[in-house]
């Protein structure tokens, strides 16, 4: 049972580069998240989603874009990358919001960009 | 996000001692969650509290709600080095449509 995936696991960027996160979950979850995880500012929500074909803003949307085609994949994009947005970004998933049931967790992309 | 607080911001602690972190909302909170972090890698999910007043125990970790549903408890007895790890609380608000994390705590357990 793979849980939550998320490729790369790494990745280096020049500024001004674009590319595309992608989490993948297979617990049929409706609810999906991207966070990131900066030193001394605890996760913070960039984007999420409800539901397939649905998006919404979180906390931290500036300079991403998201997309949820398929029920099992929620894509994280940047269009244009800056040194700002070195981070390490966490995908998440859970079958409903308030209601009790806990994220799950992928493992993690380490992104930097020089 | 400042919605979340989380004392104390790092912990060091012997081997055999006890720990308590605390989580503060200003907010009614409608679903708290506890969560685990090993440097560099993911959240491992601990466990959840939706009741106000409601305690919740695994192995030697306690977590507890207040009734007013703003404050929570995560204690440690008998900490081991295993316990190491950065403790992350997170919250339901806007009745679910959003959710967000306090900033962690850091624990160190000496051997």
Redesign the interface.
């Given at each position: 049972n793979a849980g939550v995936t998320q490729t790369p696991k790494f990745r280096v960027l020049k500024t001004g580069q674009s590319m595309t996160l992608l989490c993948a979950q297979d617990m049929n979850h409706e609810y999906m998240?991207w966070?990131r995880q900066d030193p001394?500012?605890?996760?913070?929500?960039i984007h999420?989603s409800?539901g397939e074909g649905t998006t919404?803003k979180?906390?931290v949307p500036d300079g991403y874009n998201v997309s949820r085609l398929k029920k099992q994949n929620f894509l994280l994009g940047l269009e244009s990358a800056a040194p700002s947005q070195t981070s390490v970004y966490?995908c998440?998933s859970r079958g409903?919001?308030?209601?009790?049931q806990?994220?799950?967790?992928?493992?993690?992309t380490r992104l930097s960009i020089l | 996000s400042q919605e979340l607080e989380q004392s104390p911001q790092s912990l060091i602690v012997q081997e055999g001692k006890n720990l308590t972190i605390n989580c503060t909302s200003s907010k009614t909170l409608y679903g708290l969650y506890w969560y685990k972090q090993k440097y560099g890698e993911g959240l491992i999910f601990l466990m959840m509290l939706q009741k106000g007043g409601e305690e919740k125990s695994h192995e030697k970790i306690t977590a507890k709600l207040d009734e007013k549903k703003q404050q929570s408890s995560l204690h440690i007895t008998a900490s081991q080095p295993s316990h190491a790890g950065i403790y992350l609380c997170g919250a339901d608000i806007d009745y679910g449509q959003n959710f967000v994390f306090g900033p962690g705590t850091r624990l160190s357990v000496l051997p």
């Open positions: 998240y966070y001394g500012m605890g996760l913070r929500l999420y409800v919404a979180g906390e966490f998440a409903q919001a308030a209601g009790g806990p994220q799950h967790f992928g493992d993690g | -």
